[in-house]
């Protein structure tokens, strides 16, 4: 049975929905609704209607209202967030009656993550100095870091191996226009990665990038650092010379968080997916294949059903719908594929996926989970 240190999950990991209201004028408090509060630290936030799309991230090392869209590909200052609450979060009036984050009778979905309530430290593990903001509790620490165009290490803070690298550059506008967003995952081959901007074109892993970053076993990834290399004779996307770059870094937490991969079968009852609790989110990529990143969550699917759940994606428009070929059971334990759909459940394909809690499968003092 699974020992966790997060007997509540929702204490560390929450997801959101609401409507829009089509309101001006005044901020926006949103209130969680989870059997305890949590202060958001990092948030992803999605419109799932039609029509003009934008995915969004916050997070505490930037601030609240310091956010990365697909426009230009910095950090952009002002537009969604004025902070980050007690228990739930307080919306700008800057842009707040468009598709942003409160068009009139459209639905959003948040991923939040707990803050971390720790100071930043500079870090000399790496060849390259980092200034890294650990979050042990959720297992995820900000690194950020000036580049050098030059292969090196960089600290992590995480004291374990990175199962998955996020990388969100600060500051690109003067990195010739590069707004790649490389994503390292545990299920990556060594020597390559995703681009996958959180609004951009659906890629398969591959090593023919502007930068590469990486904590494969073969190496590259340590207890202490994770590497940047050259790739393409090019440093842009992880570590051009002089520009600011930022790196979300993540580890396991035995009963809230996993990290892998799976092999598609291409049958309708798929591949089950161990996780040692019930998951609240599911991320679910296609390696060698042209697809995007695919998710599901707790709050949009509350229960299981037969007809397919409500899947949503972050790259492109990928929008939050449900059919034959997005149907999945979450589990107590983990989650089983239900269709034989290519993005999730195709037969010899490699699949990476991530994956936070609801609730453990069994908490530290014997308690067991519910199924759904």
């Known amino acids: 049975m699974a020992y966790t240190t997060i007997d509540n999950s929702e204490s560390a990991f929450q997801c959101f929905t609401y409507t829009g209201s089509g309101s001006t004028g005044s901020t926006i408090a949103r209130t969680f609704t989870g059997s305890v509060d949590l202060k958001p630290g990092l948030q992803y936030h999605a419109k799932m209607g039609s029509g003009n799309m ?74 390259i100095t980092s200034t890294v903001r650990v979050n042990a509790n959720v297992g995820c620490s900000f690194v950020n870091w000036t580049g050098t165009s030059a292969d090196g290490t960089i600290g992590h803070g995480l004291g374990t191996r990175p199962k998955a690298i996020w990388m969100y550059p600060i500051q690109v506008a003067a990195n010739n226009g590069n707004t790649q967003r490389q994503w390292w995952w545990e ?78 079968s291409g049958a309708e009852s798929g591949p089950f997916i161990y996780c040692g609790f019930k998951p609240a989110l599911i991320m679910i990529r296609a390696m060698d294949r042209t697809e995007g990143c695919f998710c599901y969550d707790n709050g949009r699917n509350p229960t299981n059903v037969d007809s397919g759940m409500y899947i949503i994606g972050v790259n492109d428009s990928q929008l939050h719908y449900a059919d034959a070929n997005t149907d999945i059971d979450i589990l107590s334990n983990g989650f089983k594929l239900r269709d034989n759909g290519p993005l999730r459940n195709n037969s010899g394909t490699k699949y990476g996926f991530m994956a936070w809690a609801e609730s453990p499968f069994v908490t530290s003092t014997g308690i067991p989970t519910t199924a759904r």
């Open 54 to 127: 934008h995915n969004i991230m916050e997070n505490e090392y930037t601030g609240a209202g310091t956010h990365w869209l697909s426009s230009s590909g910095d950090s952009v200052a002002g537009g969604n967030l004025a902070s980050f609450d007690t228990n739930g979060f307080t919306h700008s009036t800057t842009n707040q009656g468009s598709y942003y984050h409160n068009e009139s009778s459209v639905e959003y979905v948040t991923w939040n993550w707990a803050e971390s309530g720790a100071s930043n430290a500079t870090n000399n593990d790496g060849t």
């Open 187 to 264: 299920a990556n081959s060594d020597g390559y990665a995703i681009s996958n901007e959180l609004n951009g074109s659906q890629t398969a892993e591959r090593n023919n990038l502007n930068g590469l970053v990486t904590a494969d076993s073969s190496g590259e990834g340590t207890s202490t650092v994770f590497s940047v290399k050259e790739q393409n004779s090019s440093y842009e996307g992880v570590n051009h010379s002089s520009q600011n770059y930022m790196a979300i870094c993540w580890k396991e937490i035995q009963g809230f968080s996993k990290f892998g991969s799976y092999t598609g």
